[in-house]
């Protein structure tokens, strides 16, 4: 069984670029949520997605996005990079809303630097 | 936004002792999780609980869904080396695992 990966690990962007995060959700998981993660805070939900459309978000701004593919796996997209923006981007795959939620499974996330 | 208080914000305790943190919310949740993260991996889910007044035990880890399901507590017996690191409440108003909300982490140092 695979787990969650996601690319790039390391990510260095100037401000007001543009980024792309990807992610595989772990066999056998269609959904897919994504998570800023402040150092020294706790995860903050973005969205979730499954059967490739948006199902929830939270308290972020237009400039993020997301797509979900036919495979299950998910972009997150950030337009116009704020210094604010630098974080750890956490991925987490999970049954969708059909079957029981037995929790997330995270990535091991990837660390977005905007300078 | 939401806002699970969780406390300690961090312990040292010696090898074997027992632990025990805790997160509250003013919020009533219908799911909660207890999650651990080492530096630089993402977060590892340690239980899950679904009912309130639920006690869910996963080898030396007992966690609890309180009865007023605003709260949660987790407890850590006979602590070792690797029990280290920062663990993280979450919870969630749905029950089919969208939007979590995160606690700010307990950090765990463990004494050998």
């Known amino acids: 069984e695979t787990g969650v990966t996601q690319s790039p690990t390391h990510l260095i962007k100037t401000r007001g670029q543009q980024v792309t995060l990807r992610c595989s959700s772990q066999?056998?998981?269609?959904?897919v949520s994504w998570y800023q993660q402040a150092l020294g805070q706790g995860p903050q939900f973005i969205f979730q997605y499954y059967r490739e459309e948006e199902n929830g978000r939270g308290n972020f701004p237009p400039r993020f996005s997301g797509l979900q593919f036919p495979n299950y796996s998910s972009e997150l997209n950030v337009n116009a990079l704020e210094l604010d923006d630098s974080a750890l981007y956490l991925c987490a795959s999970s049954l969708g809303p059909e079957g029981r939620f037995y929790g997330y499974t995270f990535g091991s996330g990837t660390r977005l630097t905007v300078v | 936004g939401q806002q699970l208080n969780q406390s300690p914000q961090s312990m040292f305790i010696q090898e074997g002792e027992d632990v025990s943190m805790n997160c509250t919310s003013s919020s009533i949740f219908n799911t909660w999780l207890w999650y651990k993260q080492d530096p630089g991996e993402g977060p590892v889910l340690l239980i899950a609980l679904y009912k309130a007044g639920e006690l869910t035990s996963n080898g030396r880890l007992t966690a609890q869904f309180g009865i007023t399901r605003k709260d949660s507590f987790l407890n850590i017996s006979a602590s070792i080396p690797s029990d280290v690191g920062i663990y993280f409440c979450a919870a969630s108003f749905s029950n089919t695992g969208n939007q979590f909300y995160f606690g700010t982490g307990t950090s765990l140092t463990v004494i050998p």
């Open positions: 066999s056998g998981h269609n959904t």
